[in-house]
Antibody, heavy 119, light 112 residues
Framework: QVTLKESGPGILQPSHTLSLTCSFS??????????VSWIRQPSGKGLEWLAS???????YNNPSLKSRLTVSKDTSNNQAFLKVTSVDTADTATYYC???????????WGQGTLVTVSS | DVVLTQTPSTLSATIGQSVSISCRSS???????????LYWYLQRPGQSPQLLIY???NLGSGVPNRFSGSGSGTDFTLKISGVEAEDLGVYYC?????????FGSGTKLEIK
């Protein structure tokens, strides 16, 4: 059974760096073809793919966020991480992590964690 | 970026009615290996999205067979054959053929 759970600061100030953790079970990020993706959703709005990290360490980021995103993983502890630098109010959203493989993109989702950027 | 246009934006249906949602892409979603990475998700109120359909027409795990997907190239359709009360929510299409991955703007299904 695949489960994922996001954790984060809840609230942070503009210009700071957002750090999120995705803790998962039921699969391993050392297994060929496995990946974890990050998606966000501002309240009442649509979904935006942010980044994905794969079993081999390859990462892919949405260029719309330029170089503000960093994804990484800790395979031994079944965790993936997302950092977003220089946040502003436009980054206020619910952030989801999701299980990914080449055929089943976002087959399983975490419950999401709400991040509010406010001074 | 690939733009996915979903229509309608809102859909109102009675229980048992069959409905369809369209997703049109600004570029063909067929890749050079012959795969089409088009997906459908349902986000029920207050919940995370769930995968309904993968690779255009394949039913996700545990998804009822009243859901079906079809299409090719740039035109895709999600059909619900006999809407049930639990089907209310927002439906999104998503493409993973071209980077960056993009979602449609969503179709809200309301139950009359």
């Amino acid at each position: 059974q695949v489960t994922l759970k996001e954790s984060g600061p809840g609230i942070l100030q503009p210009s700071h760096t957002l750090s999120l953790t995705c803790s998962f079970s039921g699969f391993s990020l050392s297994t060929y073809g496995m990946g974890v993706s990050w998606i966000r959703q501002p309240s009442g709005k649509g979904l935006e793919w942010l980044a994905s990290i794969w079993w081999n360490g390859n990462t892919y980021n949405n260029p719309s966020l330029k170089s503000r995103l960093t994804v990484s993983k800790d395979t031994s502890n079944n965790q993936a991480f997302l950092k977003v630098t220089s946040v502003d109010t436009a980054d206020t959203a619910t952030y989801y992590c999701a299980h990914t493989n080449w055929e089943h993109w976002f087959a399983y989702w975490g419950q999401g964690t709400l991040v509010t950027v406010s001074s | 970026d690939v733009v996915l246009t979903q229509t309608p934006s809102t859909l109102s249906a009675t229980i048992g009615q069959s409905v369809s949602i369209s997703c049109r892409s600004s570029q063909s979603l067929l890749d050079s290996a012959g795969n089409t990475y088009l997906y459908w998700y349902l986000q029920r109120p207050g919940q995370s999205p769930q995968l309904l359909i993968y690779l255009v027409s394949n039913l996700g795990s545990g998804v009822p067979n009243r859901f079906s997907g079809s299409g090719s190239g740039t035109d895709f359709t999600l059909k619900i054959s006999g809407v049930e009360a639990e089907d209310l929510g927002v439906y999104y299409c998503m493409q993973a053929t071209h980077a960056p991955l993009t979602f449609g703007s969503g179709t809200k299904l309301e139950i009359k």
